[in-house]
């Protein structure tokens, strides 16, 4: 199972960027999708999650109205679109895939068994 992440960089604050994550080896639609995010020197946090039909989707409440997961089971990808950005957004950011089905979300790391290599997202004031 591969999952590679992509679509980070530097941008100014009120900027947008739009993450992409490629899945591989995996049936895909098996899976709910997430990301998470970790700030230098913090723990890993939850960002986004959405079920595996993308019918379903929950954010942690300080990125909400300013981010989108979204998912194409066609193309096996899962999505972030992140505007509005802050500088406290800086972080790296990691897809991850757990298994399930039934329209659940999974909000711990643990939940997931899968995860991408990290794409550091940098914003400046």
């Known amino acids: 199972v591969q999952l590679q992440a992509s679509g980070g960089g530097l941008v100014q604050a009120g900027g947008s960027l739009r993450l992409s994550c490629a899945a591989s080896g995996l049936t895909f639609d098996d899976y709910v999708m997430a990301w998470f995010r970790q700030a230098p020197g913090k723990e890993r946090e939850f960002v986004a999650t959405i079920s595996w039909s993308g019918s379903s989707t929950d954010y942690r409440d300080s990125v909400k109205g300013r981010f989108t997961i979204s998912r194409d089971n066609t193309k096996n990808t899962v999505y972030l679109q992140m505007n509005s950005l802050k500088p406290e957004d800086t972080a790296v950011y990691f897809c991850?895939?757990?298994?399930?089905?039934?329209?659940?979300?999974?909000?711990?790391?643990?939940?997931?068994?899968?995860w991408g290599q990290g794409t550091l997202v940098t914003v400046s004031s």
């Open positions: 991850a895939a757990g298994l399930a089905r039934g329209g659940v979300l999974f909000y711990t790391g643990s939940r997931y068994q899968h």
